[in-house]
């Protein structure tokens, strides 16, 4: 996972990522996502630590921790599935670090959204054409959402779009969200009622591919119905992944889910 920085180096500036292997496939997509990335544009991200930056995650609540001078996952009590994200952190100290760095320098000025505006926009590469806010983390308070706001106004020529369970900041901040953020919430936090309560699009995580027919949901391999901003209204499901602990009903279904090639890179968009 490789990291890049705007305009001139400086190492107390917000780390950007480059695509991964998912949001990469978005050059692939259809016109209304495409498009943005025309002239050589490239996907990224900016990512914080998982947890720490969710306030308000419960079924996927996982946390690295430090216990005898090693790193080592926590999950939350009412955890039902292992964040991905939080177990890459255990795993490459690279990625640990990038995030850190990026949770508090931006966490030190929580309550100036201006001067997070200033750091997001001063960071962000000069070639990004789409930013998936988040591969990790979320919206630690309003005027971290606010602030993301302002930076996509001030560039309507970049796509940008993040899952979130800050559904509450959401709401309160529905007239100041520009047309080229896309929002989807993400069930399995502590605010869910508020999905159906504002009818907000969403993401479900599914066991496998039945229970997301069950559901009557499409499941997005590789969030080109999460970053659609002419999707804005059509819910989705996310097939379980990442590494859950053993003897766990998350990790059979993730076993059974990677003996039938449910992650081939093949997949896009199916029921």
Request: charged residues 25%; contains cysteine; glycine residues 6%.
């Amino acid at each position: 996972m490789g990291s890049v920085t705007h305009k001139k180096r400086d190492n107390r500036m917000l780390k950007w990522s480059k695509a991964n292997a998912k949001t990469e496939r978005l050059n692939d997509s259809c016109w209304a996502i495409a498009k943005y990335l025309d002239g050589g544009r490239k996907v990224y991200s900016l990512d914080l630590l998982s947890g720490y930056s969710c306030p308000f995650a419960e079924q996927c609540l996982s946390k690295a921790v430090e216990v005898d001078g090693k790193r080592t996952i926590k999950d939350g009590p009412k955890t039902e599935f292992r964040c991905f994200s939080a177990s890459q952190e255990v795993q490459y100290t690279n990625v640990y670090n990038l995030r850190k760095h990026n949770y508090d320098t931006l966490k030190q000025n929580a309550d100036d959204w201006p001067l997070m505006y200033l750091e997001l926009w001063r960071s962000m590469p000069t070639d990004a054409g789409i930013v998936r806010i988040h591969v990790a983390g979320d919206f630690f308070n309003e005027n971290y959402l606010r602030a993301w706001c302002q930076l996509a106004y001030e560039n309507p020529d970049v796509l940008f779009y993040a899952y979130t369970k800050s559904l509450k900041y959401w709401d309160a901040l529905r007239s100041e969200i520009p047309e080229n953020l896309v929002l989807t919430a993400s069930y399995g936090g502590r605010d869910d009622w508020m999905i159906e309560h504002f009818a907000f699009r969403y993401a479900q995580v599914v066991y496998s591919e039945a229970e997301a027919r069950d559901l009557g949901l499409h499941i997005d391999h590789d969030d080109s119905h999460a970053a659609n901003p002419t999707w804005r209204d059509e819910s989705f499901a996310l097939l379980l992944h990442g590494t859950q602990p053993k003897g766990t009903e998350a990790a059979t279904a993730l076993k059974a889910l990677k003996g039938k090639g449910s992650y081939s890179r093949k997949q896009r968009a199916t029921v």
